[in-house]
């Protein structure tokens, strides 16, 4: 099944704060994660692959990426 997952980043010079939701029409959207992480790209690569497995590797994903 192919699944959208948007991640919204509120970003610092001391961190970076990530939201990942899948909306769901007709229900309530489902908030998998709300992190800090220090701010270095590679710290969203491996939040986003980390959600990939947690949420199960035999669906595909299209990953929106946004920020403030």
């Given at each position: ?17 990530l939201c990942a939701m899948e909306p769901v029409i007709g229900a309530e959207d ?39």
């Amino acid at each position: 099944m192919n699944r959208i997952i948007k991640i919204g980043m509120d970003v610092h010079s001391t961190n970076y704060t990530l939201c990942a939701m899948e909306p769901v029409i007709g229900a309530e959207d489902r908030v998998f994660a709300n992190i800090q992480v220090t701010p270095d790209y590679k710290n969203i690569l491996m939040f986003i692959e980390e959600l990939k497995l947690k949420l199960g590797v035999s669906d595909t994903y299209d990953i929106e990426c946004g920020y403030e």
